[in-house]
């Protein structure tokens, strides 16, 4: 299967655009304010696409109708909870980011709970960024080897490759305005592809509905059965979904470098929620794309016995859509596994630079952050290189799993730090620990869903942290 020339020529002009655009902020970032925050100049509106775009990766758009091709539309409970979530975020979290001058999330910690606290908090992060985006590179991977008859290893390195050079060169105003660009298309070629897929498919929404009965639940959308193990229940969806939206986007530098770029808090607020609305509706739209494709392969089959289901869109997207048209929108896919990357590189290589440059010694004046600043976002895309030639399983869950695992002790963190006044270091520490013992055990040795991670490990964390300070204060008495 080989993309047609005309599409293959759409793909490369986007590549080469886009990554163009990303360079020519090269000479508006003069220090690390800039490079990290662009200026603090975005627009909230801005802001909330950078957000969306962010947190949506190539591994959302194909492994999203993955999900409902092989299964239905349960995944939107968890949605809902990512609602829920964000709203926390603006009453518990937000509000602290603007009591000072923070760059990086990690900033707060170091406040509340010293130096120490704030370098183990950043290198949750680190390591938790750095392999769940391995996992999306391999979701970029997939895509432009199935649009490019390439193998996957060469993919990686094109797209990732591109992507470092503008976003090493750019800074956060590069990543901000590309995202906008990205989002934008992206969009666009989702709402084509839902509305192509309904004209190809012969007998329209009626035969939809009809093979989705016939199939048993297609398009169920609500489970309010209570069970640990499933993964996708209207209460794990609320309750697991906010915890895990608290988690990626309120302690999570990658998001929270967006937040922390607002001109004020009155606009991060309206960034954070207006992403929230925008979220609900894509993953809608995916989801839907995803049970189209299973009635269109009723009629005309798309994938082998035993091949992945995440190469059902990008295997539909070349071999079914109109010459052009194919281009454009897997031109859109990929743009917006770039816009995910390279805002993954901006926050790894803001973590790695400012959390810790006391410890390196290193020269904090403008011309020396931003010759730092640029070696690490260098250095991260060669590490999320590496990361993308694994082959890992099924993407979105095993990118939400790898997630879910440390982050419910990072939150846990947070909350501590923000709602109990008599935790200190010793504890938070210790509730860390424990907390990420207690997930990794859970996540060895019981079924328990993924979905469940996050507020077990908040809720561990927080409980021994508070505790633990407790007694040493005592014991210290």
Do not use: C
Request: net charge positive; proline share 2%; charged share 15%.
């Amino acid at each position: 299967m080989r993309i047609h020339p005309v599409d293959l020529g759409i793909v490369v002009m986007y590549l080469l655009g886009v990554t163009a655009l990303g360079m020519h902020f090269r000479r508006r970032s003069q220090d690390a304010r800039d490079y990290f925050l662009g200026g603090r100049t975005a627009p909230w509106w801005a802001l909330a696409f950078s957000i969306v775009a962010t947190e949506t990766s190539t591994l959302t758009i194909i492994g999203t109708p993955a999900i409902s091709y092989g299964g239905n539309l349960t995944f939107l409970q968890l949605v809902w909870g990512y609602l829920i979530g964000r709203v926390l975020i603006v009453l518990l979290l937000l509000p602290g980011y603007f009591r000072g001058e923070f760059f990086t999330a990690y900033a707060l910690i170091e406040k509340r709970f010293g130096e120490k606290m704030r370098v183990v908090a950043a290198t949750t992060f680190l390591v938790t960024r750095a392999v769940a985006e391995g996992v999306r590179v391999s979701a970029i991977a997939l895509v432009v080897s199935v649009a490019l008859g390439t193998s996957e290893r060469l993919a990686v390195l094109i797209v990732i490759a591109l992507t470092i050079l503008y976003t090493l060169e750019g800074g956060m105003k590069a990543v901000i305005w590309t995202d906008v660009a990205q989002l934008l298309l992206y969009l666009a070629g989702s709402a084509v592809t839902l509305g192509a897929l309904l004209h190809r498919i012969p007998g329209g929404w009626n035969e939809v509905t009809q093979v989705a009965a016939a199939a048993g639940h297609k398009l169920q959308v609500f489970d309010f059965s209570w069970s640990w193990a499933t993964k996708y229940t209207f209460w794990s969806g609320l309750i697991g979904g906010a915890f895990l939206t608290m988690a990626s986007h309120g302690t999570d530098q990658t998001i929270v470098q967006r937040l922390l770029a607002a001109r004020g808090e009155r606009d991060g607020r309206r960034a954070l929620l207006a992403s929230g609305v925008i979220v609900a509706v894509q993953f809608t739209v995916f989801l839907l794309i995803g049970v189209l494709l299973f009635v269109f392969a009723q009629h005309a089959p798309l994938l082998a016995a035993g091949e992945r289901t995440d190469r059902v869109l990008p295997t539909f997207l070349v071999r079914e859509m109109p010459v052009g048209l194919a281009g454009l929108l897997l031109a859109s896919v990929i743009a917006v596994a770039m816009s995910n990357a390279s805002g993954a590189l901006n926050s790894l290589a803001a973590s790695s630079v400012l959390d810790f440059s006391r410890l390196w010694g290193k020269s904090t004046d403008a011309a020396g952050f931003l010759r730092i600043s640029r070696g690490m976002t260098l250095a991260w895309g060669l590490v999320l290189m590496a990361f993308g030639l694994v082959r890992w399983g099924p993407l979105l869950e095993t990118g939400l799993t790898v997630a879910s695992l440390p982050f419910g002790s990072l939150l846990g963190l947070f909350l501590l730090g923000t709602l109990d006044h008599g935790a200190n270091a010793r504890g938070a520490l210790a509730g860390m620990f424990a907390a990420l013992t207690a997930i990794l055990f859970v996540f060895r040795f019981t079924n328990v869903a993924f979905t469940w991670y996050v507020m077990l490990g908040a809720v561990v964390t927080f409980a021994v942290g508070a505790g633990v300070s407790r007694i040493a204060r005592a014991v210290e008495l």
